[in-house]
């Protein structure tokens, strides 16, 4: 009989154990959100939203992670869907299913890898000089295996009998899949082009080499660009305090972008599940 | 004829164009890195791999990629060692025993740690997490256990140890994520008959769940690994930043340097093209690790995924 108590204790004690781990992960998690908004609060300002660098402010860092967004979605969206149509709507044979191994391996590429590629190619290549370009390929690179893959599940998603109905009224079968299938799987679609766009704008590495920051507004295609993540970089290795807690209101900033994208896109699929 | 090749093939040739997007990546970045470190391949060769120092003064150049290799293995290793477990214990938790209430919640706010952008991490953990194990860890361990090799040291924040602890932080989600969905995959016939013969919810889960589902979890483990390997703005602002001879992970208390950090900390602070050349080729070391790991992973994930709800895998 004690050996029975003694292994009910252990199940006892597994669940505890269990429950803890989860305790200590979140705890990083909590603690994170509550020093970027105590330490980044009071940094907030009009002034600090839009002036530019030498006038205490991130503007042409807010500036520049926008343009990137704008670069990147240009590049990586397009291909990426296609990718995904691909890979969902003709993806029954080898060469799709080579495809999407590489593309599984893409999507866990070490960034700053990329961020080589892109200064290999673009800043010392085609363009010649660190440029915002450079950066928005960088980026679009880690932004295409994401939306190609969401992009094929949420194809998958959308009932057969739905192309057949289409199919069946004599359309053809390229314009079924953009106006009838890409329609119905909207939803999904936007999630994981969301769900990328969070993950790119937060990406540090490979900008390093390739937009290189820079303290004024957007200069024209030749030459550096701010980000936010740059900004923050460089903000905490400096000693003054000013600048560190410029940093902490840069790191606000990018972390409200980033979880309220994470966050949008978590309510919009809740409420496609419901319905 | 020409109707046919202007509508639904074209289509198709365009759309499998555009997908061959990705191998174009893969070859092209293999291709940049290969050619951007040809100087120092063709001046160090084999060399460079076992080499230790880092010193671009002009006529006495000698770079060698081994700390760094190392500095990335030891931190991974830690990561690892303090990852796991928890991310076993939060995907347990999650599929086994969590309340149906808290799963949906808890679930969020793991995958949130993934949403986090690095360079916050490392901002984080330069300002406030560095002073938790510092007074907390690294000050007692030191004091008691310094006369140990991997103690000594004099600690203070920035060294192989902490990116090894935010290194686990960041590859939570991964893990957990991933053992939790093999773990649903395992068939409900496997615990109804483990609870048939009267065996506890924990000895269902040690001795059924997690031998049956085990080749993934150890394709999710090595997914944290590729993780870990790849990861960089973290663990560049908390390493220390050493190069060179001193960059050799002798101590875990001591100032390191992995692959990834010592390209986002140096590349730019580059002056010769023969250290440009040094740097992308540990680029192309970390990518052809990189790339090893993950097609380790994937191999093993898809294994067990695949076999969802069919026949037991041995």
Same mark, same amino acid.
């Given at each position: 009989?004690?050996? +029975?108590?003694?292994?009910?204790?252990?199940?006892?004690?597994?669940?505890?154990?269990?429950?803890?781990?989860?305790?200590?992960?979140?705890?990083?998690?909590?603690?994170?959100?509550?020093?970027?908004?105590?330490?980044?609060?009071?940094?907030? =300002?009009?002034?600090?939203?839009?002036?530019?660098?030498? +006038?205490?402010?991130?503007?042409?860092?807010?500036?520049?992670?926008?343009?990137?967004?704008?670069?990147?979605?240009?590049?990586?969206?397009?291909?990426?869907?296609?990718?995904?149509?691909?890979?969902?709507?003709?993806?029954?044979?080898?060469?799709? /299913?080579?495809?999407?191994?590489?593309?599984?391996?893409? /999507?866990?590429?070490? =960034?700053?890898?990329?961020?080589?590629?892109?200064?290999?190619?673009?800043?010392?290549?085609?363009?010649?000089?660190?440029?915002?370009?450079?950066?928005?390929?960088?980026? =679009?690179?880690?932004?295409?295996?994401?939306?190609?893959?969401?992009?094929?599940?949420?194809?998958?998603?959308?009932?057969?009998?739905?192309?057949?109905?289409?199919?069946?009224?004599?359309?053809?079968?390229?314009? /079924?899949?953009?106006?009838?299938?890409?329609?119905?799987?909207?939803?999904?679609?936007?999630?994981?082009?969301?769900?990328?766009?969070?993950?790119?704008?937060?990406?540090?590495?490979?900008?390093?080499?390739?937009?290189?920051?820079?303290? +004024?507004?957007?200069?024209?295609?030749?030459?550096?660009?701010?980000?936010?993540?740059?900004?923050?970089?460089?903000?905490?290795?400096?000693? +003054?305090?000013?600048?560190?807690?410029?940093?902490?209101?840069?790191?606000?900033?990018?972390?409200?972008?980033?979880? =309220?994208?994470?966050?949008?896109?978590?309510?919009?699929?809740?409420?496609?599940?419901?319905? | 004829?020409?109707?046919?090749?202007?509508?639904?093939?074209?289509?198709?040739?365009?759309?499998? #164009?555009?997908?061959?997007?990705?191998?174009?990546?893969?070859?092209?970045?293999?291709?940049?890195?290969?050619?951007?470190?040809?100087?120092?391949?063709?001046?160090?060769?084999?060399?460079?791999?076992?080499?230790?120092?880092?010193?671009?003064?002009? %006529?006495?150049?000698?770079? %060698?990629?081994?700390?760094?290799?190392?500095?990335? @293995?030891?931190?991974?290793?830690?990561?690892? !060692?303090?990852?796991?477990?928890?991310? @076993?214990? #939060?995907?347990?938790? @999650?599929?086994?025993?969590?309340?149906?209430?808290?799963?949906?919640? #808890?679930?969020?706010?793991?995958?949130?740690?993934?949403?986090?952008?690095?360079?916050?991490?490392? !901002?984080?953990?330069?300002?406030?997490?560095?002073?938790?194990?510092?007074?907390?860890?690294?000050?007692?361990?030191?004091?008691?256990? %310094?006369?140990?090799?991997?103690?000594?040291?004099?600690?203070?924040?920035?060294?192989?140890?902490?990116?090894? #602890?935010?290194?686990?932080?960041?590859?939570?989600?991964?893990?957990?994520?991933?053992?939790?969905?093999?773990?649903?995959?395992?068939?409900?016939?496997?615990?109804?008959?483990?609870?048939?013969?009267?065996?506890?919810?924990?000895?269902?889960?040690?001795?059924?769940?997690?031998?049956?589902?085990?080749?993934?979890?150890?394709?999710?483990?090595? @997914?944290?690994?590729?993780?870990?390997?790849?990861?960089?703005?973290?663990?560049?602002?908390?390493?220390?930043?050493?190069?060179?001879?001193?960059?050799?992970?002798?101590?875990?208390?001591?100032?390191?340097?992995?692959?990834?950090?010592?390209?986002?900390?140096?590349?730019?602070?580059?002056?010769?093209?023969?250290?440009?050349?040094?740097?992308?080729?540990?680029?192309?070391?970390?990518?052809?690790?990189?790339? !090893?790991?993950?097609?380790?992973?994937?191999?093993?994930?898809?294994?067990?995924?695949?076999?969802?709800?069919?026949?037991?895998?041995?």
């Amino acid at each position: 009989m004690s050996g +029975y108590l003694f292994r009910k204790f252990k199940n006892r004690l597994f669940f505890v154990l269990c429950g803890t781990c989860v305790v200590i992960a979140v705890i990083p998690l909590l603690s994170i959100l509550y020093e970027v908004v105590i330490k980044g609060a009071p940094a907030l =300002s009009l002034n600090f939203l839009t002036q530019r660098d030498a +006038y205490g402010g991130i503007g042409q860092a807010i500036q520049g992670t926008l343009i990137l967004i704008g670069l990147t979605g240009i590049i990586g969206i397009p291909t990426g869907v296609l990718s995904g149509v691909f890979l969902s709507e003709y993806g029954n044979n080898k060469y799709a /299913t080579t495809l999407r191994t590489v593309n599984d391996l893409l /999507t866990e590429f070490p =960034s700053i890898v990329v961020g080589i590629t892109a200064f290999g190619i673009i800043v010392l290549g085609v363009i010649g000089s660190y440029s915002p370009l450079a950066g928005g390929v960088a980026l =679009s690179f880690i932004m295409i295996p994401i939306v190609a893959k969401t992009t094929e599940e949420s194809l998958k998603l959308v009932p057969n009998s739905v192309r057949e109905a289409s199919l069946a009224l004599g359309v053809h079968k390229w314009r /079924t899949t953009l106006r009838v299938v890409l329609p119905a799987a909207k939803g999904g679609l936007v999630t994981g082009i969301l769900l990328a766009i969070a993950r790119i704008a937060g990406e540090t590495a490979p900008l390093i080499m390739t937009v290189l920051g820079n303290s +004024y507004f957007f200069q024209g295609f030749f030459s550096p660009m701010d980000a936010l993540p740059l900004r923050i970089w460089r903000d905490s290795l400096q000693p +003054y305090a000013n600048l560190q807690a410029q940093g902490w209101g840069a790191a606000l900033i990018l972390i409200l972008i980033v979880l =309220s994208l994470n966050i949008a896109v978590r309510v919009a699929s809740r409420g496609r599940l419901k319905r | 004829m020409q109707i046919k090749l202007t509508g639904d093939n074209l289509f198709k040739i365009l759309t499998a #164009i555009v997908a061959a997007s990705t191998v174009i990546i893969l070859i092209v970045t293999a291709y940049t890195l290969v050619t951007g470190s040809e100087r120092t391949l063709q001046k160090f060769g084999a060399g460079f791999f076992f080499g230790t120092s880092w010193n671009p003064v002009e %006529g006495r150049e000698a770079f %060698g990629a081994l700390p760094y290799v190392f500095g990335t @293995l030891v931190t991974s290793c830690i990561a690892l !060692l303090i990852g796991v477990p928890l991310s @076993l214990g #939060i995907a347990i938790f @999650l599929v086994e025993m969590a309340p149906k209430f808290l799963r949906v919640p #808890i679930g969020y706010l793991v995958e949130l740690l993934a949403a986090v952008p690095s360079v916050i991490y490392g !901002l984080w953990g330069l300002f406030v997490f560095r002073y938790w194990i510092v007074n907390y860890i690294e000050v007692p361990l030191s004091t008691y256990l %310094g006369w140990i090799p991997i103690f000594s040291g004099t600690p203070f924040g920035l060294d192989i140890f902490t990116a090894g #602890i935010i290194l686990a932080i960041m590859i939570i989600p991964t893990v957990a994520s991933v053992s939790k969905e093999v773990i649903s995959a395992v068939p409900n016939s496997i615990r109804e008959g483990a609870y048939s013969i009267g065996a506890t919810k924990w000895e269902v889960i040690r001795h059924w769940v997690l031998s049956y589902g085990r080749s993934g979890i150890f394709g999710a483990i090595i @997914l944290g690994l590729g993780r870990a390997v790849g990861e960089t703005m973290a663990v560049a602002m908390l390493v220390g930043n050493a190069t060179g001879p001193a960059a050799m992970p002798t101590s875990l208390f001591r100032p390191g340097q992995t692959m990834a950090s010592l390209i986002a900390n140096g590349f730019l602070e580059a002056t010769s093209p023969l250290e440009k050349s040094a740097y992308i080729e540990v680029g192309l070391i970390l990518l052809f690790v990189s790339l !090893l790991i993950n097609i380790a992973a994937q191999v093993m994930v898809t294994r067990v995924l695949k076999v969802k709800g069919g026949a037991v895998e041995q």
